[in-house]
């Protein structure tokens, strides 16, 4: 397509990445340094010749880590093709052998030889004993593992992969092995356990007869007996996303399409779930709608029943659930119905349908997209929510509890965990098929280059009373709930000793000044920064990383395409606490370690929350016309420019959605954290849950206020510093555009 | 614009994580008692010896995952705290170190005899009976008896009103189950079950959450460890402990030296500061009603006197053994959870 680039022979991206390489061998240290990623005492410390500090050419030379010597030959070969044309078939060759044996060797020589030689008996039986160990890599082995990547991924695309584009074929290659590496290991690691046979060896059997367990299949329910977790949770995660779906829909319509005044203040208060820490939900709900809760107090006493306990079970979780995941369905949605174009729903009024023909039979097929990965969305939350479960679901038993319970329990049964967590997998697998069925093959581009002015109709009568009467219901109950929050936070004792104090915030949260400046004594201060540290670094890589996968899965078409797309969503399906054992196993020893350091905890949330930015830059993408990138192409730019000039200003909804929800779930998010904070990173939520299991339900609810007020600032300055879409349209109502 | 001032922001943050701190003398402390409790422990310790800790607190169920995951590069030196069903397992596993403390002569012969059990590789801190706790306010409510046994539990009028957890996800949960078969026969113990079963208004997956709920109203009684249950009294809620007339079993809290621990000299210092009656004696400020194990260490006043409680003897070896645990669990599920309600 574009000869002119693939003619020349200057190769500005394969000469950086050759250089990059090199300097990963020669000069940083190949090992991990002990003191920690960003410390740089190793400088001082006998660099270069302390073996622990050295890099992998020093090592060669001082004759150690004989195995890193090959590590050489695929660094040399790619600068003989410096000078060859593209189109020459001895420069994709050159470079795809080079990548493709560097990358794999620096694997097996990782895998291979650990803290104690040889990692596999076999390999011992073939070589004998080795009396030499290597730790996790470091910047070195980061820097080279890289180029190889990159020289394999340019290889590809001079072949003429994906019209030869490297932009691309590079980004995809980056994805995959970032989301092999971080997603696909440590998961595999620890479903391997449902095969493990009590002396250590790997059966089928095993699986087969924890699969076919009563406890996880019956269908007692429906002859008035209990049914097995499976269906409990299938059951539930259906309703939850069908009404989360439904909710969220509602509140995109009220805030796009009707002339109700205060849309901020709605935007904000179905933003206020989301970043509620999860146990403190169902807290107020208890507190309100429990045994001794206020409403079932009032309601018995009104009609003069006795109180029970309801909310134990399906409900509590329904409605606990149903408040925490309205938010995400209406990020996804408010994008899409923004985005719907109103010229098709004008030219429906000028072929005389009438407001609800239109909204039926225009804009609601056109925001299929955002409904199904809504609901997409709201019942992998569900499939994989613990806490609230935990704190309403009474005898109404869940995966994802379960699963928690079988690792932490009184059983020690990881190999029933695994198999737990393969259900919930095929269950979320189930779900994400379904939606790809139903989207089917239709188009729904709205945004072309075109012409596109007008602005979207009012709702139809029809339509905007029951809108109304939900959205207000709904708002009126959230308000509610935070007000009983707010509440708990400054009494004594919630529930028992109502008189007012600020002592939780003033434990959490105290400050001295003396001479050496300010004295943070409260005792929340060091897992606050620690928290707001790790969610700021997130946010933005997790955003970028969705987005880009996003582009590659709308924009680009590849082999293995869908394999790809359900493995970008397979961290998220997985309930966090297969996450944070998965992430010790295959992160505690070498080759890469990195347990007990806050990058294991922004790695953990990147590819946790990934799947967000993914289904909203998807959502929105398809609805951007193609042409809009080839003109962009056309006029001359390449991939990455279009990408970056063109779709990223257009996609500031689900930019502004990803960084949201990503900076948010790193200050709330708990089950995988619990098993990766440390000593020196603790986080705020679990801390909070400390407190709770201590009774300090005022300094625990405090907190939570606090880092609420935090989000909601951060979610508003996000908001200003991403900026709005214009879509070239009138934005408002009655004043031109 | 922007790009230029947020990066240098981005990489001034960034700075600051990825390390694990490395300096002279080091402790990495597994705390599975509540929070400021191991904060104590561990400022104490760095008083004490002048050697850093760094502490994470997790539950004890959560900790053994975690020592479990880590076996092959075990990154902790000390889990000390939480019941003993989880030493005891990491124990069975071989995932912690034997060490014979010299300070052993002044503890609680209950606290030797459960190291015995497990090869010297963990060893009681303090103990804690089982009971339970009923909330003052509902009970008046509902007019209902004030119970003092364990066999008061089985009584018609409770129907609905009795919380405990699941044995199969709590060790809280687990004790009472093998109390019930040691203090009244294994047979006798599962019909006592199954009578408790039909006034179960919940099992709770957490061990103490059933004297929460009691303590916010939830639920009426709530079986749990009495010092749990002194615990939220103190803390303001109307609950009443009760130690069970027929006599009741207690935990262990236990603490073990992880299995190729990087400062196991320190370790080792930590163990024997831990088991003497100073440090025992730090539990007075946190508000821990557990017995200490150390003969001269203090109990609380408000702690349930144990002196006053008929304990019976626990056998540890047996009813914390994986096969006797997951035998009678198993037995559990199968003719007590299955009944109707």
Redesign the interface.
Known sequence: MRIATTERTVHPVLIFWTIVGWVGFLVLPWYGI??????FEWLFDGYPMDTDHAPAAMLLAMGQKWWLAPLLLPLILPLFVLNRRKTEPIYAKVLISAGAFGFGWLIAQGFGIG?RGWSFDWLEALFGPLDDRQFGMGYGALLLASAYLFFFTQGIAARGAVNGDVFVVSSIGGVIAIVSIFVFFPIAKTLLAAFITEDGSYSVAVFLAKFFDD?IWALGCLFGGRCGVAWNSLFLAVLVGIITTLLGLVFALVVTRSGFRYKQGLRALTVLPIITPPFVIGLAI??LF???GSVTTWVADLFGIRPT?WI?GLPGILIAQVLAFTPIAFLVLIGVVEGVSPSMEEAAQTLRADKWQTFRTVSLPLMRPGLANAFLLGFIESMADFGNP?VL???YDVLS?EI??A??????DQGRAAVLAIVLLAFTLGAFYAQRFWLGKKSYTTVSGKGDAGVHPQMPRRLSIPVYAVAAVWTAFTVIIYLMILYGSVV??W???NTLTFKHYITAFSLRLDEGGIRWTGSAWDSFWTTI??A??AA?LTAAVGLITAYLLTRQSFAGKNAFEFGTMLSFAIPGTVIG?SY??AF??PPI?L?????I??VSFIFRNMPVGVRAGIASMSQLDKSLDESSLTLGANSWQTFRGVILPLLRPAILAALVYSFVRAMTAISAV??L??????MAT??II??V???DYGLAIAYSTTLIAVMLTTVGLLQL?VGKTRIGRRMDHGSGG | MKKHLIAPAFLALASGIGSTSVSAANLTLYCSAQEEWCQLMARGFEDATGVDVAMTRKSSGETFAQVKAEEANPKGDVWWGGTGDPHLQAAEEDLTEPYVSPMREQLHPWSIAQAESAGDKTIGIYSGALGYGYNTDLLAAEGLPEPACWKDLLKPEFKGHVQMANPNSSGTAYTTLATMAQLFGEDEGFEYMKGLHANINQYTKSGSAPIKAAGLGETTIGIVFMHDAVAQAVAGFPVKVVAPCEGTGYEIGSMSIIKGARNIDEAKQFYDWALSAEAQNLALQVDAFQVPSNMSAETSDKAPDLSSIKLIDYDFKTYGSSDTRKRLLEKWDNEVSVLPQ
């Open positions: 002990d003191e920690g990623f960003f410390r803290i406890r208890i507190l429990g045994l001794s306990r134990y935990l679901g009474g005898n509890t928690f319970f690792i932490v329990g009184a059983q020690y004594e004792l529930g028992v000793n540290q790790i700021t670094i933005p054992v010790i196993l505690n020893v370690e347990t007990g350091t806050g990058i905890l922004v619990i098993f904070v440390s000593a020196k990173y603790d679990s801390y400390g407190r299991e201590n009774n510093m």
